[in-house]
């Protein structure tokens, strides 16, 4: 190549090269630029992450169930956030009434930039509160109460639903004394009643969003067959199956592992390997004529499953309820989704403990 | 140049254009990278924002100050936000509580996590409710009372604390029926003592914030004067004179203007000129068992600048009280900030209106 070649060979390179550090350097806007080149209601980035919600009434696995997620080295959910459901609430305050809304609206404070708003403030504490991980997840088990909501700030995310006999669920929030809102700690009458309100809601989310959104997950499948179900359930959230999650025992406290909060109430029984020890210590504890009432006071026992007059039922032999069973059907057929079997070489129930 | 020069700049745009490609496409994370590649407990983008933030107890000329700043070119206040304020108390309530303090930093969810998510939530609804401005601000009157909080998570940010004889504010209060939490609208002597103890509040936090992030305006100064006042007001926020300011009543609901609230109480005041209407009407309607206990019952009237024997007030007369004036001097003297004069060529005090 003569000179006037190179010369030219020479220009084209500074040309793209001046080309190069002027398109780089264009990605770097100010931040106020930042915030305004996004069109105005254009979703806050994070909103299209595939963000696992678990919830479910608290007492009933949410957290043996986040504790074996973690475990997967995917995965990171962490402890209860505390703030998120609170957030969300507010949020459900302000648009039940319809003054509010008007003067929000009046405002400038549209449902688009409302949404924004508590969508960013829930993904700082979801993504920040705990190690980065490709699929992050949130255990705070009321959220479910607003499943569908939380389903418009997050249209990628899937919900576990943790579901547990009410009585077995009951008798831990008394004799462990959890306080949750609206239940007196001295009746059992009461807190089934308040059981059978709360998993009703939760139940009603779970069904309107669907079963390729919500799965239903019964906490006595989950200890008496681990495996079957976390396979379901890694089926259900596109997770490759890893061995791990049958061991979560072995990841607490670890980088990547299990993250325990102090004064979350099942952190001491999450240290241990998944047991049937939770299973039946209700059996017997209930109050006689609130057993008399059973089906009456909690008719949700029944339509997850949980025979009202069996104490206890047979956990092992009760399928998996799907919430889009037809009503017509019985507890023992569910069609739409395959029952979780008790495989012949999983561990037979063992005898409850002293 | 040769047929082999050519080749060679061929090949060399071509590589140049493969670098560029190579190198603007890595910009393109994910969103996950993107979230987890800011460092834990990095700030929000947009904190660093250099936001205006107008407070004081309402009925203060709050809404006024906001529509002639919003006349401004450079400046979009809009309305009241109303959420801003709650998502502040909310995390006051969760810090004053010890045990909750606690339980938050076991979750993960530390000071730095939280803070964050506030300042996410606020920025979205402070940047999106109204039009973008270079100069974002924002008018929620109690925000004030969280001014060292707000500090922390706008660094940068300033405050206009306006101030307004607290006898003219009750009677509006009272007369208008504005609901304000804590105030019997039935009771000028319990309002006055309520006006005492919140604005005691925001003129703590607004010395804490000190002179240069805090300034006070009295509302009487800013409609007796408004051009001395509008003057100090945009040099305290690093902002150019513009004539607009004084003629806010051009630009109600503009593109680029004051954008109103149907909702709001001030707005069918504000859609008129700055004018004295509102200075005294309050004279003679404070009962006189409350005028003989004023200086008791509300003490701050004095801190203020506003003699609380006198009924009206010359408030034409008093200057700018700075917050950093030292206990010692009296009203007239406030040698850390020009007191705003009333220079000769502004309109002396029209007489009220019938």
Not at 177 to 184: E, L
Request: charged share 20%.
């Amino acid at each position: 190549m003569g000179r006037g070649g190179r010369v030219r060979l020479a220009v084209a390179l500074v040309v793209a090269a001046l080309l190069l550090w002027a398109w780089r350097g264009s990605d770097r806007h100010g931040p106020v630029t930042s915030h305004s080149t996004r069109g105005v209601g254009a979703p806050v980035e994070g909103r299209e992450l595939p963000l696992i919600f678990i919830g479910g009434v608290p007492r009933s696995g949410t957290t043996l169930m986040r504790a074996m997620l973690d475990a997967h080295p995917d995965v990171r959910c962490g402890q209860e956030t505390r703030v998120v459901p609170r957030i969300l609430q507010m949020r459900q305050h302000w648009m039940r009434s319809q003054k509010e809304s008007v003067r929000l609206e009046q405002a400038g404070v549209s449902k688009a930039v409302l949404d924004n708003a508590i969508a960013a403030f829930c993904l700082e504490v979801i993504v920040r509160h705990g190690e980065p991980a490709p699929r992050l997840c949130n255990k705070d088990p009321l959220v479910l109460k607003m499943g569908t909501y939380v389903l418009e700030l997050f249209p990628n995310a899937k919900f576990l639903f943790m579901v547990r006999d009410g009585r077995a669920t009951v008798h831990s929030i008394i004799t462990r004394k959890v306080t949750i809102t609206g239940f007196d700690l001295t009746s059992y009458r009461q807190c089934l009643s308040k059981w059978n309100h709360a998993v009703e809601l939760m139940y009603q989310q779970c069904k309107t969003l669907g079963p390729t959104r919500c799965l239903l997950v019964r906490y006595e499948a989950l200890v008496l067959a681990p495996e079957t179900t976390m396979r379901r359930v890694l089926s259900f959230l596109d997770l490759p199956w890893d061995d791990a999650v049958l061991h979560h025992e072995r990841y607490i406290n670890q980088p990547n592992g299990v993250a325990l909060s102090n004064v979350e109430r099942s952190s001491d029984q999450v240290v241990r390997p998944v047991n049937l020890d939770a299973l039946d210590k209700w059996v017997g504890q209930i109050p006689a004529d609130v057993r008399a009432d059973m089906a009456e006071l909690a008719p949700m026992l029944s339509v997850l499953g949980y025979d009202p007059w069996a104490n206890p039922p047979r956990y092992a032999a009760s399928p998996d309820v799907s919430p889009d069973r037809s009503p017509g059907q019985s507890p023992g057929q569910s069609p739409d989704q395959s029952p979780v079997q008790v495989p012949n070489d999983e561990s037979p129930r063992a005898p409850h403990p002293p």
